[in-house]
C-alpha cells in the first residue's frame, strides 16, 4: 500500500515534468509558429510563375492547309479553336484533338467571300475582314459542364455581333473597328501603300425612332517618318497609335469624326530599330512597343513641365528585352500582364513591376497566339501546324521587391512616386502597393510619439522613484499602472473625436502651452525657496513637489489658451490655419500628427514609465546611501549615480516602448486621417503599417496580392517589435545580473 | 540662490513638473469620459426661444461658444425631431434670442426610430379605447401606452414562436444538406420525411407572420397627436414611443428615476437605431463571454509553461530563449495575432473543419469565417504571455525554504508543486489572469479581423442546440466605440452613446486591473515581510 503510493506518486510525477516540460517547449514553437504562419502566406508573392503545356496537337491536314487567321481556347485548357479564311470556327477538343465541331461565322456581309484578318477584340469578340472590304463582327463562346458521372462536356457557339457590322470599299491590308460609347462606330483600315483610314459611322436616331446612319472617311494626311510597321487602336476608339520601321511611333486623336489630330510622334529607341509590335495594356492608358531587337517598352501620355495642359507619350517601363524580334504582344485582358513572342520564346512581363515573369523556349516559331478571356491559358499555332495549349500560373505579377519598396512609376501620375492605392472601382486599375508610405507613417507616429512620451515618462519615473516620499510613491504607482490598463480604443476615440476638434479650434494652445509650462516653471524654481518658507505650502516638502506642479500644469495651459486668441489676432491676422497654408503653404488636417504624438505618447507613457521606474528603483540603496554619505544632493545623486547605473534598464524601458508604438493599431486608425502620404509636416495625418491592416484586411479577398501585401506587413512588424523587443529584454537581463547580487 | 541651483533642486522641481503633467492628463482623460458619460442620461430641459425673426425653437442646450465667423456668443442646441427638421442640432447666435422659457408641458419623446421628438402632446386616438370623460392628454397617453404594452405581449409571444419555427426549420434545412451531400438515393425516404417537416414549419411561420402584421396593424393605429415648436402637428404611433418625460416639470427624485431607468436600459436592452441609441446588452454579453472563454485557453496554458519556465526548466539557453520568446510575445502588436488568427484560425483551422465536418454547406462557411472561438482564441494567445509573467512572478516570491522543506519530507516535485506552490501562487495567478481579461476586453483590433461585428443578429449563448454557438458573430464593446464613433452615419449624434459605452469599458477595466494590482501587491508583502 505504501510502496504503491509512493510509486503512484513518483509516476505522477515524472508524467508531470514530461507534460509541463512539453508545455514550455509549446511556447516557443508557437512564438516561431506565428512568424511561420504568416510569412507562408506572405511568401508566394514572391513565387515564380509557372507555365505548363496542356496539349500539344497536330491540326488536322484538312484545317492546316487553309490560312488560319486566329486561335483561341477556353478556361480549362480543354478546348480551343481556330478561324480560317473562309470564316469558320474549327473546335477542338484539347489534349486528344479531335474535331468537335466546324461552325462558320454568322452574319457574313453580301458579296464576301474570304476572310483578309481578323482582330482579336477580348472576350472572345472578333472583327473579321473580308475580302469585299466589310467587317462583320462574332462572338465564340465555349463553356464545359459537369454532368452527374463527372463527365465533362464542352459546348461551343459562335453568334453575330450586329452592332459592328462596316462596309468599306478599296483593298484593305488590316483594320480595326470600335465601338464608340453613344457615338456609333469607328473603323481604321490600314490601306495597301502605307495608308491608313478613319471611317466614322455615326448614328442618329430621330424623334420617331428611325436610325439613320451617316459615314464619314478620311485618310491621314500626316506624313510618316519612315514605312508602316505597325498599328493599334485602343479598345475605345479614340487613339490610333502608328509604328514604322525607323523606330518611330505615332499618336493620332481619332474621337472627332472629321479630322484625326497628330499628337505625339517621338523616336523610341536610339539606334531606328523598327517597331515590330504595338499593343494596349489593360486599361486603354499604356501602349506596349516591341521592336525588332526585341526591345520591349510601355509608354503613356504623361504632362510634363513646361509643355501646358498637353500630355506626350513618355517612356515608363522597360521590360526585360527578348532574344528576337518581337512579333507580337499580347495583353493579358486580366491585369497589366504583358506575354511577347518572338521565333525562339514565349516571354511574360509585368508592366508595373517590370518583372519577367516566365519564358518559354520555342523549338518552332510561332504563327498564331492568343490569351484566353481570363488569361489563365495560351493557346499557339506553329509554323509546323501544331496547336499548342499552355495552362499559365502567374500568382501576383504585380508585385516584386521594387513596387513594394521602390518608386513606381504608376499610370496617370507625373512622376515616379511611392504610393499606396490598393483597390478602385474598375477592374484596369493598376493597384499601388507600395510599402513606403506606410512605414513612414508608422516611423513618423512612433517617433512624434516617442518625443513626446520619452522625456516625460523618464523624467516622472526618476522622480517617483529617487524623490516622492514612499508613502505616495505607493498610490501614485498603481494609478500609472492603472492608466497602462486603459484601452487604446478609448484613447484613440478621444483623440479623434474630443481632443482633435478642441485642439483644431486654437492649435495655437498646444505651441504656447509647450513655452509657457517651462517659462512658469522656471518663475516658480526662482520663488520655491521663499515660498516654501511660506506656512500654506509648509506641507509641500521633500517628496510632495509635483502636487504643487499639478496646477502650474493646468494654470500654463490655460494661460496658453488665453495667449492663443491674442497671438493669433495679432501675428497670424486672426486664423492660424489660414495664414499656415497662405504663408507656408502647409494643409492642415484636423486629426493630424499632433493629436497622434499626443495620443500614442499618452498610451506609452505608462508603460515606459513603469518599467524605467522599476529599473531605477532596483539600483541598489547601497549606492545611493554611499553618494549621499559623501555629501552629494540627491538630485547629484540620482542624476550622476542612480541614472547612469540604471541606463541600460531605461534604455530597455524606451525600446518597449517603441516597440508597443510601431504596433500601435486603434489608435493611429482613430486620430489620423490614415491618408498614406509621405510628409513630415506636423499638420498632416498618416497611415500606419498597423492600421493599414485593420482597414484593408476586412475586404481583401483571401489570397489576393493584398491580403498577401497586408501578411507581408505583418511579417515587417513582427520582425521589427521582435528584434527591438530582443534587444530590451537581453539588455534588462544583463542589468538584472548586474545588480542582481546585491 | 546660486547654491540651490548647484544642488539640483530645480531640476527635482522639474521631473515633478513631467509627473505632474502625466496625472494631469490621465486625470483630465478619466474626467471628460466621467463628466461626459454620466452626464448624457440626466433629464436636460427643454427650453423655448423666441426668436427676432418671430420664429421659435425648442431643444436642450448643448454648449456654448464663440462664432469662429463673427465671434459673437452662440449656442448649440438639440432640437431633435429629425425626421421633422432633418438635422438634431442647430447653431442660434444669443443676440437672435429675445425671450427664453422653459415649458412646464413640453414633452420629451424617445422614439423607436428617428431619434427623439421634442414638442406639445395634443391628443390621443385610439379605436376602441373608451378615456374616462375628463381625462387629459397625459393621462390619455399613460392608457394608450398600457394598451399597447398589453397589446404588444400578444406580438411578443408570436414573434417567440416564429423564432422557434425558423430555428427548426433552418436546422431541418442543414440536415437536409447533409443528407443530399451523402447519399441522395439512400436517404431519400429520410429526406421525403424532413422536407414535409420543413415546409409545414414554413407554413406555420408564414401563418403567424400574418397574425403577426394583423396585430402590428392594430398597434400602430394607436396614434398620439403632438405639435412641435413651430406649430405643425406631428401623429405618432404609440408603439414608436419608448419613453416620454416632461424635463421642465420633473422633480430632483423623478429624474433620478428617469437617469435609472435609463441605466437600466442601457445594461439590459438591445441597441437601435444602427447602435446609436438604446442598449448595449448584446455587447457587453458579447465581451464578457469572449473574455470568459479566452481564459479557458489562456490560464492553463499561461501557468503550465510558467511551471515550466520557474520549476523544471534548467537555467540555460533553452530557458533564457524561453524567456525572450514570451516576452516578445508579450510586445507582439496585437494587429499581428489578428492578421495570425485570420491566416491560421479562421482560414487554415476554421476552412479544414468546413471540409471536414459541414462540406454540405459549402462555400457558405460555418467555422471558416470569423467567430467567438477564434477571437478568443486569438486573445489567449495575446494574454498568454501576461499569465505566464505573473504566474512567474508568484512563483518566484515564493522563498526557496519552502520547496526545500517539501522536499525534505519526501514529498515529489509534484507533489510539492500541488499541494505547497500553487497554493501559495494562487493570488498571483489570480492577478495574472485578472490582467489579462482587463487586457482582452480593451482589445479592439485583432477582434475587427476575426470575428466582432458591428451588429449581431443573435448572441453566441441561447436556448437553442447546441446552447454555445461557437460560430456565432458577436459584438463587443470596444469595437462598438470604434464603430458608432467613426463609422456611423451621424457621429454628432452618436458621440453621448460613445462616451456611455467608454465609460462602461472604461469602468470594466479600471476595476479589473485595480483589483489585479491590489491583489499583487497584497501579495508581495506578504511573502517580503515573512522571515525566511
Known amino acids: 500500500m505504501k510502496k504503491n503510493f509512493t510509486d503512484k506518486s513518483r509516476r505522477n510525477d515524472r508524467i508531470a515534468e514530461v507534460l509541463i516540460r512539453i508545455g514550455g517547449v509549446m511556447v516557443i514553437i508557437s512564438v516561431v509558429w506565428i512568424l511561420v504562419m504568416i510569412s507562408q502566406v506572405a511568401l508566394p508573392l514572391f513565387y515564380p510563375a509557372s507555365a505548363k503545356i496542356a496539349a500539344s496537337v497536330k491540326l488536322p491536314a484538312t484545317i492546316s492547309n487553309s490560312k488560319i487567321l486566329a486561335v483561341g481556347s477556353g478556361e480549362n485548357q480543354q478546348g480551343a479553336y481556330v478561324l480560317d479564311d473562309s470564316g469558320t470556327f474549327h473546335f477542338l477538343t484539347v489534349p486528344d ?569 486603434m489608435i493611429v486608425l482613430m486620430a489620423t486621417g490614415n491618408t498614406p502620404i509621405l510628409s513630415w509636416s506636423l499638420f498632416n495625418g498618416l497611415r500606419s503599417l498597423s492600421a493599414n491592416i485593420a482597414v484593408e484586411i476586412p475586404e481583401a479577398p483571401v489570397f489576393s496580392s493584398l491580403y498577401r501585401v497586408l501578411f507581408l506587413s505583418a511579417v515587417l512588424l513582427f520582425v521589427f517589435t521582435f528584434i527591438i523587443n530582443s534587444v530590451a529584454e537581453v539588455l534588462r537581463q544583463r542589468f538584472r545580473k548586474k545588480y542582481g547580487r546585491y | 540662490m546660486k547654491k540651490f541651483w548647484k544642488t539640483g533642486e530645480p531640476y527635482v522641481l522639474a521631473t515633478g513638473a513631467a509627473l505632474a503633467i502625466v496625472l494631469v492628463m490621465t486625470i483630465t482623460l478619466i474626467g471628460t469620459v466621467v463628466f461626459n458619460g454620466f452626464s448624457y442620461y440626466w433629464p436636460k430641459e427643454l427650453v423655448r426661444f423666441e426668436l427676432k425673426d418671430g420664429s421659435y425653437a425648442l431643444g436642450q442646450i448643448m454648449q456654448h461658444e464663440k462664432n469662429p465667423i463673427n465671434g459673437d456668443r452662440r449656442l448649440q442646441l438639440k432640437v431633435a425631431n429629425r425626421d421633422v427638421f432633418g438635422q438634431d442640432f442647430r447653431w442660434i447666435d444669443e443676440k437672435e434670442i429675445t425671450t427664453r422659457t422653459l415649458p412646464a408641458d413640453a414633452m420629451l419623446l424617445e422614439r423607436r426610430e428617428h431619434g427623439n421628438f421634442f414638442g406639445f402632446l395634443m391628443g390621443v386616438t385610439a379605436e376602441g379605447l373608451d378615456f374616462p370623460a375628463a381625462s387629459t392628454p397625459n393621462q390619455k397617453l399613460e392608457l394608450a401606452l398600457k394598451l399597447v404594452a398589453t397589446k404588444n405581449q400578444a406580438t411578443r409571444k408570436i414573434k417567440d414562436q416564429m423564432s422557434d419555427l425558423n430555428n427548426r426549420a433552418e436546422r431541418i434545412r442543414l440536415k437536409l444538406l447533409k443528407l443530399e451531400y451523402r447519399d441522395k438515393e439512400k436517404n431519400s425516404s429520410e429526406i421525403a420525411e424532413l422536407t414535409v417537416e420543413r415546409e409545414k414549419a414554413m407554413a406555420d411561420f408564414n401563418a403567424l407572420n400574418e397574425q403577426l402584421i394583423a396585430a402590428r396593424a392594430g398597434i400602430t393605429s394607436i396614434t398620439a397627436q403632438f405639435l412641435d415648436v413651430t406649430g405643425a402637428g406631428k401623429d405618432i404611433a404609440v408603439f414608436d414611443i419608448v419613453a416620454h418625460q416632461y424635463p421642465n416639470s420633473m422633480s430632483f427624485f423623478a429624474k433620478c428615476g428617469a437617469y435609472l431607468e435609463r441605466v437600466r436600459e442601457l445594461l439590459l436592452d438591445d441597441p437601435r437605431e444602427s447602435n446609436t441609441e438604446g442598449g448595449l446588452f448584446p455587447a457587453i454579453f458579447g465581451t464578457v463571454m469572449m473574455v470568459l472563454l479566452m481564459s479557458v485557453f489562456s490560464l492553463p496554458f499561461g501557468v503550465v509553461a510558467a511551471i515550466y519556465l520557474r520549476e523544471y526548466a534548467k537555467d540555460g539557453l533553452l530557458t533564457r530563449m524561453v524567456r525572450i520568446a514570451v516576452n516578445n510575445l508579450a510586445g507582439v502588436p496585437s494587429i499581428v495575432y489578428g492578421v495570425f488568427g485570420l491566416g491560421f484560425f479562421v482560414y487554415g483551422i476554421g476552412g479544414s473543419i468546413d471540409s471536414m465536418f459541414f462540406p454540405e454547406r459549402l462555400p457558405t462557411p460555418t467555422f471558416g469565417t470569423g467567430g467567438i472561438l477564434w477571437a478568443s482564441l486569438t486573445l489567449a494567445l495575446l494574454t498568454v504571455p501576461v499569465v505566464i509573467v505573473a504566474t512567474e512572478e508568484s512563483l518566484a516570491s515564493i522563498p526557496k525554504g519552502i520547496r526545500e522543506g517539501s522536499l525534505a519530507l519526501g514529498a515529489t516535485k509534484y507533489q510539492t508543486l500541488t499541494k505547497i506552490l500553487l497554493p501559495m501562487a494562487t493570488p498571483g495567478i489570480m492577478t495574472g489572469l485578472i490582467l489579462s481579461m482587463a487586457r482582452a476586453a480593451g482589445e479592439v483590433a485583432p477582434l475587427m479581423i476575426v470575428g466582432v461585428v458591428k451588429l449581431a443578429p443573435a448572441l453566441p449563448f441561447d436556448g437553442s442546440f447546441p446552447f454555445f454557438h461557437m460560430d456565432r458573430k458577436f459584438m463587443h464593446l470596444g469595437f462598438h466605440i470604434y464603430d458608432v464613433g467613426f463609422q456611423s452615419p451621424n457621429v454628432e449624434a452618436a458621440k453621448p452613446m460613445v462616451y456611455v459605452t467608454t465609460m462602461l469599458l472604461l469602468a470594466i477595466v479600471i476595476v479589473a486591473s485595480s483589483t489585479a494590482i491590489y491583489l499583487r501587491n497584497r501579495m508581495r508583502r506578504k511573502f517580503t515581510t515573512s522571515t525566511f
Open chain 1, 97 to 665: 484533338g479531335t474535331l468537335s465541331a466546324s461552325i462558320k461565322a454568322p452574319n457574313i456581309p453580301l458579296g464576301a467571300a474570304r476572310v483578309v484578318s481578323a482582330e482579336y477584340t477580348g472576350k472572345s469578340d472578333y472583327n473579321l475582314l473580308w475580302d469585299n472590304g466589310a467587317i462583320s463582327s462574332v462572338a465564340v463562346e465555349m463553356s464545359s459542364s459537369r454532368d452527374a458521372g463527372g463527365k465533362v462536356s464542352l459546348s461551343h457557339d459562335v453568334s453575330a455581333r450586329d452592332e459592328l457590322v462596316f462596309a468599306a470599299a478599296g483593298t484593305v491590308v488590316h483594320s480595326f473597328a470600335r465601338l464608340m460609347e453613344g457615338q456609333g462606330t469607328v473603323r481604321v483600315d490600314r490601306l495597301v501603300g502605307d495608308r491608313l483610314r478613319v471611317t466614322h459611322q455615326l448614328v442618329e436616331k430621330d424623334f420617331l425612332g428611325n436610325e439613320k446612319r451617316s459615314n464619314n472617311s478620311f485618310e491621314i494626311s500626316d506624313p510618316l517618318p519612315g514605312r508602316l510597321s505597325a498599328v493599334a487602336v485602343d479598345s475605345k476608339g479614340h487613339y490610333l497609335y502608328a509604328g514604322t520601321d525607323t523606330g518611330w511611333l505615332l499618336r493620332w486623336d481619332i474621337s472627332e469624326p472629321d479630322q484625326a489630330r497628330l499628337l505625339d510622334n517621338i523616336q523610341v529607341s536610339v539606334d531606328r530599330q523598327a517597331i515590330t509590335s504595338l499593343a494596349l495594356v489593360l486599361g486603354d492608358v499604356s501602349v506596349a512597343v516591341g521592336n525588332a531587337k526585341g526591345a520591349l517598352s510601355t509608354w503613356f501620355p504623361v504632362k510634363l513641365a513646361g509643355s501646358g495642359e498637353d500630355r506626350r507619350l513618355i517612356r515608363i517601363h522597360t521590360l526585360r528585352p527578348t532574344g528576337g524580334q518581337a512579333t507580337v504582344i499580347l495583353p493579358s485582358p486580366r491585369s497589366k500582364t504583358l506575354i511577347t513572342l518572338d521565333d525562339k520564346e514565349i516571354h511574360a512581363d509585368h508592366m508595373t513591376s517590370e518583372r519577367n515573369l516566365l519564358t518559354i523556349p520555342l523549338s518552332t516559331p510561332i504563327v498564331k497566339a492568343a490569351l484566353s478571356p481570363k488569361g489563365n491559358s495560351l493557346c499557339a499555332l506553329d509554323n509546323a501546324g501544331m496547336l499548342k495549349v499552355w495552362k499559365l500560373d502567374i500568382p501576383h505579377p504585380e508585385i516584386s521587391f521594387g513596387t513594394l519598396f521602390g518608386k513606381v512609376w504608376y499610370e496617370g501620375y507625373d512622376k515616379p512616386e511611392y504610393a499606396w492605392q490598393s483597390s478602385a472601382a474598375n477592374d484596369d486599375f493598376e493597384p499601388k502597393m507600395s510599402l513606403v508610405p506606410l512605414m513612414f507613417g508608422t516611423v513618423k507616429a512612433t517617433l512624434f510619439a516617442m518625443m513626446f512620451a520619452v522625456p516625460l515618462a523618464i523624467l516622472a519615473a526618476l522622480y517617483t522613484s529617487q524623490f516622492m516620499s514612499p508613502k505616495l510613491k505607493g498610490r501614485i504607482k498603481p494609478l500609472v499602472e492603472i492608466m497602462a490598463a486603459i484601452p487604446s480604443v478609448v484613447i484613440g476615440f478621444l483623440a479623434g473625436l474630443w481632443l482633435a476638434p478642441l485642439i483644431d479650434k486654437s492649435i495655437l494652445t498646444v505651441f504656447l502651452s509647450i513655452v509657457l509650462v517651462p517659462l512658469l516653471l522656471l518663475i516658480t524654481i526662482f520663488f520655491w525657496k521663499r515660498i516654501k518658507i511660506n506656512s500654506l505650502l509648509q506641507r509641500l516638502t521633500r517628496g510632495q513637489e509635483f502636487v504643487a506642479m499639478i496646477p502650474l500644469v493646468v494654470l500654463g495651459c490655460y494661460l496658453a489658451f488665453l495667449l492663443s486668441g491674442i497671438a493669433e489676432i495679432h501675428l497670424f491676422a486672426g486664423d492660424f490655419k489660414q495664414w499656415l497654408f497662405s504663408s507656408l503653404g502647409v494643409r492642415y488636417d484636423q486629426r493630424n500628427s499632433i493629436i497622434i504624438a499626443i495620443a500614442l505618447g499618452f498610451a506609452v507613457i505608462p508603460i515606459i514609465f513603469t518599467i524605467a521606474e522599476d529599473a531605477i528603483s532596483n539600483v541598489p540603496r547601497n549606492l545611493t546611501a554611499a553618494s549621499l554619505a559623501l555629501g552629494a544632493s540627491r538630485w547629484q545623486t540620482a542624476w550622476r549615480v542612480v541614472l547612469p547605473s540604471a541606463l541600460p534598464g531605461v534604455f530597455s524601458a524606451v525600446m518597449i516602448g517603441f516597440g508597443r508604438a510601431i504596433g500601435e493599431t
